[in-house]
């Protein structure tokens, strides 16, 4: 669950309903969450305010999630970034890509709101774990 700090969520697709549903389920799971319709804008607002987490649909105008992908982890200050690619296509050569990349985890659309929360949470987890950051959870340390 996410603590007290608010968790700062990313959210990058260019289909608007799928984005606001995504939106709606995470910030109702406690997350502080920014959207962004495509690629171009999404790497503009991650600039802008680093996110703890990016979930990023695979298939959009202008810069794809593979692409952007590719850009965060070339970046110093990006590279640590966990991100969840989203994509309607399932297939081994899709995964790999993905994999291949450096994506923190991929899933199948559609995604259920446990999948998805499932996903970020054992994201932020690994994360938290690698760079030893520590999980006070809700309570900070005295």
């Known amino acids: 669950m996410p603590d007290s700090r608010k968790t700062r969520i990313l959210i990058i697709d260019d289909d608007i309903g799928f984005r606001d549903l995504l939106r709606i389920h995470l910030s109702s799971a406690g997350y502080q969450v920014q959207v962004a319709d495509d690629g171009v804008t999404g790497g503009r607002a991650l600039l802008a305010q680093p996110p703890d987490l990016i979930v ?3 298939n959009m105008p202008f810069l794809d ?5 590719s850009l965060l982890r070339a970046d110093a200050e990006t590279a640590a970034i966990p991100v969840i690619l989203l994509s309607g296509r399932s297939d081994g050569d899709t995964m790999a890509k993905a994999v291949e990349l450096g994506a923190a985890d991929f ?3 559609p995604v259920t709101r446990d999948q998805l929360l499932e996903s970020i949470e054992a994201c932020l987890s690994r994360t938290k774990a690698r760079t030893g950051a520590p999980d006070y959870g809700s309570t900070p340390p005295v």
């Not at 999630?65 to 992908?69: E, I």
């Open 65 to 69: 999630g593979f692409q952007l992908l």
């Open 56 to 58: 990023s649909d695979v």
């Open 107 to 109: 899933l199948t659309k």
